[in-house]
């Protein structure tokens, strides 16, 4: 047998790259989307658990909700025998179900984690309304700028606000990013919501599109006030104008929305710096 040959060989799975171990449980994400889950031995329900939640947090910065997703995925669960064989280009390895006898064999548990419902683990941020703590972001199609972003949501008061530019560190690798059709033909598009009716290139209150209804959402000294506090000009950003867009919306005045998300970016970084290091303590060794 050639060394070639022998390189094709199937293989001990403790012996394939990419695994964590959270919990002790030794887990791998597998699949085009990384939506399958392959842990060694065969672990109880409540271990399953805690290494999927804990895998979910520290690979992807994601934490998983409760709901009937999450009990499909204990129903879903797949004890079985597996072996891991040479993969492609693109995959080093792959694994491969067979017998408890078959050379190679070792105890595998198969979770299907497609389905699983989460929300991204956040940096801290206080809700504008009401003052409650949130530690985690969806994203939405937030009001006062095109595009998807991070949108913090509070479990009290229902009040959504997009997240200051400085997201939850993570020290390994992210999930694939969600994509989304951008549908970049389909003509003139309002800077303030996407849309394609009535959206005009003149006569703006701002130097970008508007359609007929964000442009009556504020008055025009409203409009002024929200120009005045960088609103959709090259000293903002994307998250900031939607920030002093939804603010504004609120009662806020502009000038005022633009201090506090100053200083809730400031305050953003300060605990995004403390969530590094704390991190980075958390991998040296003992």
């Known amino acids: 047998m050639t060394?070639?040959?022998?390189?094709?060989?199937?293989?001990?799975?403790?012996?394939?790259?990419?695994?964590?171990?959270?919990?002790?449980?030794?887990?791998v994400a597998v699949g085009e989307y990384e939506e399958t889950l392959i842990m060694l031995g065969q672990p109880d329900q409540r271990t399953i658990l805690a290494a999927t939640s804990a895998q979910y947090r520290a690979i992807y910065g994601q934490r998983i909700l409760p709901g009937p997703a999450?009990?499909?995925?204990?129903?879903?669960?797949?004890?079985?025998?597996?072996?891991?064989?040479?993969?492609?280009?693109?995959?080093?390895?792959?694994?491969?179900?067979?017998?408890?006898?078959?050379?190679?064999?070792?105890?595998?548990?198969?979770?299907?984690?497609?389905?699983?419902?989460?929300?991204d683990v956040a940096i801290q941020e206080e809700c504008p309304t009401c003052g409650r703590a949130s530690r985690s972001t969806d994203s939405r199609w937030s009001p006062g700028r095109t595009g998807w972003s991070p949108v913090h949501s509070c479990r009290h008061c229902t009040t959504q606000w997009p997240s200051a530019d400085v997201y939850r560190v993570c020290v390994y690798k992210m999930r694939p990013a969600r994509r989304w059709d951008d549908n970049s033909d389909a003509g003139v598009r309002c800077f303030a919501c996407g849309g394609t009716e009535g959206a005009a290139v003149t006569g703006q209150p701002i130097d970008h599109p508007l359609c007929q209804t964000c442009r009556d959402q504020h008055t025009p000294d409203t409009w002024q006030a929200l120009t005045a506090a960088g609103y959709a000009t090259v000293n903002s950003d994307a998250q900031r104008d939607r920030w002093l867009y939804t603010e504004t919306l609120r009662?806020?005045?502009?000038?005022?929305?633009?201090?506090?998300?100053?200083?809730?970016?400031?305050?953003?970084?300060?605990?995004?710096?403390?969530?590094?290091?704390?991190?980075?303590?958390?991998?040296?060794?003992?």
């Not at 390189?7 to 394939?16: I, K, V, Y």
């Not at 005022?256 to 060794?285: F, G």
């Open 3 to 27: 060394i070639l040959e022998l390189d094709q060989q199937p293989f001990p799975l403790n012996r394939a790259p990419g695994f964590t171990s959270p919990h002790g449980v030794p887990v």
């Open 70 to 119: 999450l009990d499909n995925l204990l129903r879903g669960i797949r004890r079985t025998w597996a072996r891991a064989v040479p993969g492609g280009d693109y995959c080093p390895w792959r694994i491969e179900e067979t017998t408890a006898n078959a050379p190679h064999a070792q105890p595998v548990t198969i979770v299907d984690a497609e389905w699983l419902e989460t929300e």
């Open 251 to 286: 009662g806020t005045p502009p000038a005022t929305a633009a201090t506090a998300w100053t200083e809730r970016r400031a305050l953003a970084r300060h605990r995004a710096l403390a969530a590094h290091k704390t991190a980075e303590s958390e991998q040296v060794e003992p």
